[in-house]
């Protein structure tokens, strides 16, 4: 993958010095950065261009996607991933769309394993476009606890809902509202015995959710 990308345009070099001054990072960072998106959406470099700072331009998008670039190539160096997949249309045109809007770092946190998943030869196949539409429905809070039961299934004492009202410091309606938006999603459900009536579990689809986000 190119780190290097030379503006076409006085109007491409003069954005180049923009997101640097909002990223906090030199010139050459920032160019390696449009490369990377460019390569990503799979379009020519102006077209990443037209993409980041066209109409819809906003400092704090720019800074959201630059943290998901950069967790995103985190995750692939943990993995040893040098190969990188190229990703298709339907999945990296509304991951990123969805990302760069996401202020949540708990959410930006599952768009990133998402987009390392696609780029990953050996996990691209685990990305559903459906997923993408899942987080975007997430609350952090609904993050939070989809990556908590995801790591201890059948962990959490006394029970799913108690054990998250506790380490959330929510109320009981707050999480209950959670646990209902993420089943509504089909993430989670509740198991049929009324004496576990408090103690949600993943759906399969939140499982393969979350394997594709998990770094």
């Avoid at 509304?94 to 780029?119: F, K, T, V, W």
């Avoid at 993408?132 to 029970?159: C, E, W």
């Avoid at 993430?187 to 770094?215: I, Y």
């Amino acid at each position: 993958m190119s780190n290097d990308l030379v503006p076409i345009t006085d109007e491409q070099a003069k954005a180049v010095q923009e997101v640097a001054k909002v990223v906090g990072q030199s010139i050459e960072a920032v160019s390696g950065f449009f490369s990377w998106c460019a390569e990503v959406v799979g379009d020519a470099p102006h077209d990443a261009f037209a993409w980041l700072i066209g109409d819809r331009w906003h400092h704090a998008r720019i800074r959201n996607l630059y943290k998901i670039r950069e967790r995103t190539e985190e995750i692939l160096r943990q993995r040893s991933v040098k190969d990188r997949k190229p990703v298709s249309e339907n999945i990296a045109t509304p991951l990123l769309e969805a990302a760069r809007q996401e202020d949540s770092p708990e959410i930006r946190e599952l768009y990133a394993g998402l987009l390392a998943a696609a780029m990953d030869p050996a996990r691209a196949n685990a990305v559903r476009p459906e997923f993408i539409d899942a987080v975007k429905r997430f609350h952090p809070r609904d993050a939070v606890i989809m990556r908590t039961i995801y790591r201890n299934p059948g962990q959490l004492s006394p029970n799913s809902r108690d054990y998250f009202s506790g380490s959330l410091k929510s109320s009981s309606d707050a999480t209950e509202v959670a646990f209902r938006n993420l089943e509504r999603i089909g993430c989670v459900s509740m198991p049929s015995v009324p004496a576990n009536s408090a103690n949600w579990f993943l759906t399969a689809f939140g499982r393969e959710l979350m394997a594709a986000c998990s770094a």
